[in-house]
Each structure stands twice: as C-alpha cells, then as structure tokens.
C-alpha cells in the first residue's frame, strides 16, 4: 500500500467513501458526484487542484493531525503531473484505491463505527441526529439548514423516530 494510501485508508482516516456504492437510486448521486463534492472540499481556493496545506487543513478540520512531510509525501506519491497538487484525476485514484483494499481487510464495521461516532451529537447516545448531522457536515465546510438535515435523516431513518441509530447509518453507508 502506498504512503498516501495509507493515510485515506478507512483504519487510517475518517476521511474515506464506502468500498463499493450502490447503484445510484432514482434522485440520488452517483459515486463521480460524491466524489467530486468531497473533493471541493478539500479544494479550499476552488482552483481545482489540492495542495499540501489544504490537505493537511482538511485533515485537521475532522480533528486528524497530518505532518507537513506525509502530505507532501501522499502528494508526491499520487501527482500524476509532477506539479505538487493532486488533480481531480488524482484524487479518484486515490480514493479508489484506498477505500477498497483495506475495507475488505476486515476494517469497514469499524470505520464505520468511527464514522458513526463522528456525527452523534450526544456522544455515547448511539443515535444520529439531524443536528448532528447539521454539525459535521459545518465542520467539513458544508453548510447544509436543518430541513436539509432532516430531511437527509428521513431518508434513511427505517423506524421514523427522527434520528439514525448505527442499523440505519450502516444501511445508508451501504
């Protein structure tokens, strides 16, 4: 596994996508469209190439400290052009290649727990809710109002009590 790999890899990161995505459901994005949202934000000066210090930036952003060396390192390893940002392209093959192969290693119900702890609002509660959601995604840059969030956590919310517990957040990642 490459050292950038390794830094996105689900037992590395909380930075990391499902292994596989479903088929897109009729209104709902393909894996290119998430991908390219996530993306943006890492890409802070839209100027559509990821430099060192936005990726450590974004790191830092989810409480993950990255030294300045492994993401010049991960840069470096993943810059296809030889310009010392990572393209759309890059990226891509970065997350491809780094979300799969570990996942499968047995890491991916812990990710996902990780994950699902990222976004409880009361820690230890078990329970996602909207703002939760609301919070996360404000501290990944994406400002999304609470009939936004509810209306994401309707959506996969199979007992309709409001809020997500890790059954449903497993589904949703799944």
């Given at each position: 596994m490459s050292k950038a790999a390794r830094w996105f890899s689900p037992r590395r990161s909380k930075l990391s996508l499902p292994a596989e995505a479903p088929p897109p459901a009729p209104g709902r994005r393909d894996r290119?469209?998430?991908?390219?949202?996530?993306?943006?934000?890492?890409?802070?000066?839209?100027?559509?190439?990821?430099?060192?210090?936005?990726?450590?930036?974004?790191?830092?952003?989810?409480?993950?400290?990255?030294?300045?060396?492994?993401?010049?390192?991960?840069?470096?390893?993943?810059?296809?052009?030889?310009?010392?940002?990572?393209d759309f392209e890059d990226f891509v093959r970065l997350m491809e290649r780094g979300g799969g192969k570990a996942a499968e290693?047995?890491?991916?119900?812990?990710?996902?727990?990780?994950?699902?702890?990222?976004?409880?609002?009361?820690?230890?509660?078990?329970?996602?809710?909207p703002?939760?959601?609301?919070?996360?995604?404000?501290?990944?840059?994406?400002?999304?109002s609470m009939e936004e969030c509810e209306a994401m956590v309707r959506a996969y919310d199979l007992d309709g009590d409001g809020e997500l517990d890790f059954h449903e957040f497993h589904r949703m990642m799944n």
């Open positions: 290119m469209e998430v991908l390219w949202e996530v993306f943006r934000h890492f890409d802070q000066d839209r100027d559509g190439r990821i430099s060192c210090g936005e990726l450590r930036a974004s790191f830092a952003a989810i409480g993950e400290e990255m030294p300045v060396a492994a993401a010049e390192a991960a840069i470096a390893d993943l810059d296809s052009d030889g310009d010392r940002l990572l290693e047995g890491g991916e119900e812990e990710e996902l727990r990780q994950a699902f702890e990222m976004f409880e609002a009361v820690k230890g509660s078990g329970r996602i809710t703002r939760g959601v609301q919070r996360m995604l404000s501290r990944l840059g994406d400002e999304r």
